[in-house]
């Protein structure tokens, strides 16, 4: 039997970035996940970078890493945490990873000496990527980022326009969001934005079937008629996209508007009645908790939030799981070496973190972290970096190796507790050459991460070239840190933790990649489950 022709979803973006197609992409598979089909997701990113890891974080918030090793944009996150989509390299792809694969072709003579031009290489290229990426799914929901209007979507853009007389019309749909902002002077909402977008799209050969429009409340039948009217797009089929309170709410608020059921009609697919039952719990469980905890992120790109967006959440999934709100508190590590009032206020959190991160820049305040959590009793977690800053700090101030330090900060130091990795030793370019991706770790028993996980073994997602240097572990372990996590082979540390602390735990991977709101990783539960065991017992001190 042939394989089934998928369907083809495209969303798009108009009059301003940051507008949640990640987020709208994610919750349209998650309604069509609920309506039993099979969904595939996929992100076009304009930008030239080959893929973001070699990006800071200030410019394009968190790099998201999949099983296979893939450093991919954070929409992708949304993607896993949404749906039960197992994502990897061909699930994210860039201008830049699209021009490398023409201009290889091109050395290779494979156009046969002819002129290479975007169109038709270029776009050929994008479309045969889209393709791969439905390959066994029923529906392939594709984000195009940018806005319309930006020179450097226009090759993607021309190639979704093209796919539409390849595959066909009744397989293709187009979803254009955008804004309608409400202008509180005026006392109105305001669909002039909207009309230009949809015009400057349909200006390059597409008609949107379906209009999502981003407001800060619902708008009225009259808005949509008007929008209707000026888009030549029926009222039928423009949708709106309120604020909520909660992300988890957005598949509920677009059900309730009617948007899967068209996209169904419109597609010509016949499925069942969703069920969003688990949607509505997650939402109930995020919104109304019955008690809290405080907890500081200890980071030096918490300025820009997105930085640790599947940290954040992470974080908000264990809450939920404890029935607790947890509210975070971001601190700048530089600011932390300099600020005697932070390092007070750091003393009165339930539990710290210190996440991910590269350079030596807050290396100093994220090492006065640790040391408040330890001394202090306070349950500390670890990521990445964390780990590897825990180790540091233990080395300086309970092993008495005042020069305990990082190769990555100090290439020459007498005592590298932590060191470049043997296989980056003569590694010379930086985009994805990191050990990067899913690797297994055996866990020791009766260790609070084998508690955790409930297994012996485990798989986490990796993205790092340090590692716990192999010489000072059993100094380590002498003076109380154990490590209880290692690769297979025993070769590298995966997880350390000090038994006599409440709950001190770092790891050298990032679970965070891996957490989701039906399904809370079983690290981040029970380090949030230990900041309210402290705060509870505070509270019966106080009193």
């Known amino acids: 039997m042939p394989p089934r022709q998928p369907k083809f979803v495209f969303i798009t973006g108009g009059v301003v970035s940051a507008l949640g197609k990640g987020l709208t992409a994610a919750s349209l598979g998650a309604l069509l996940e609920s309506r039993g089909l099979r969904v595939a997701m996929l992100k076009l990113d304009p930008y030239i970078n080959v893929d973001p890891g070699t990006m800071s974080p200030f410019q394009h918030g968190e790099v998201y890493v999949t099983d296979d090793g893939a450093e991919t944009d954070l929409d992708l996150g949304h993607y896993e945490r949404f749906t039960q989509a197992r994502l990897s390299q061909r699930n994210n792809c860039t201008s830049g990873r699209i021009y490398q694969r023409v201009i290889d072709k091109e050395r290779r003579g494979d156009y046969l000496g002819g002129t ?57 749909m187009y979803l254009h969001l955008t804004l309608v902002p409400y202008i509180k002077t005026a006392g109105e909402v305001k669909t002039k934005p909207t009309q230009h977008s949809v015009k400057g799209l349909r200006e390059i050969g597409i008609t949107p079937d379906v209009l999502l429009c981003r407001c800060e409340k619902p708008i009225e039948r009259s808005v949509k008629e008007k929008i209707a009217l000026f888009s030549s797009v029926g009222v039928d089929c423009v949708f709106a996209a309120p604020d909520v309170a ?34 509505h719990t997650v939402v109930e469980q995020a919104t109304h908790p019955s008690r809290f905890t405080r907890i500081a992120v200890v980071g030096k790109y918490v300025d820009h939030v997105d930085s640790y967006k599947s940290l954040h959440e992470a974080l908000t999934h264990a809450g939920m799981v404890n029935d607790a709100r947890v509210n975070l508190q971001y601190v700048d590590s530089e600011a932390l070496e300099k600020d005697p009032g932070l ?13 991910g991160g590269f350079g030596e820049r807050g290396a100093a305040g994220k090492l006065l972290a640790v040391q408040i959590a330890r001394e202090q009793k306070i349950p500390y977690f670890g990521i990445c970096l964390g780990l590897q800053m825990a180790v540091i700090e233990y080395c300086r101030n309970v092993l008495q190796l005042p020069q305990a330090n990082s190769q990555e900060f100090a290439p020459d130091s007498d005592d590298p507790v932590v060191a470049l990795m043997a296989d980056q030793q003569a590694v010379a370019d930086k985009g994805g050459t990191m050990r990067l991706g899913a690797y297994p770790c055996v866990l020791q028993p009766e260790s609070r991460a084998q508690a955790a996980y409930g297994r012996m073994e485990i798989s986490e997602r990796h993205r790092h070239r340090f590692e716990v240097n192999n010489a000072y572990r059993a100094r380590l372990e002498e003076a109380g840190m154990r490590v209880v996590g290692t690769s297979p082979d025993g070769s590298l540390v995966e997880i350390c933790e000090i038994p006599d602390h409440p709950w001190f735990l770092g790891c050298q991977f990032h679970p965070e990649f891996k957490s989701k709101p039906f399904s809370p990783h079983p690290l981040f539960r029970d380090f949030v489950a230990a900041a309210l065991q402290r705060r509870q017992a505070h509270a019966v001190h106080a009193a």
Request: aromatic residues 4%.
């Open 116 to 172: 290479v031009q975007v169109i038709p290489h270029v776009t050929d290229e994008i479309k045969r990527v889209v393709k791969d990426a439905a390959v066994d799914t029923d529906v392939l929901l594709c984000e195009i980022g940018g806005t319309v209007g930006d020179i450097e979507s226009l090759p993607f853009l021309e190639a979704i326009r093209q796919l539409k007389y390849e595959v066909g019309r009744d397989d293709t």
């Open 246 to 279: 909660c992300i988890y709410q957005l598949p509920i608020e677009l059900h309730r508007e009617g948007l899967d059921e068209k996209m169904i009609e419109i597609l010509g697919i016949w499925s069942r009645t969703p069920n969003l039952q688990q949607w």
């Open 343 to 355: 390092l007070a206020a750091l003393r009165e959190v339930d539990g710290i973190l210190v996440p």
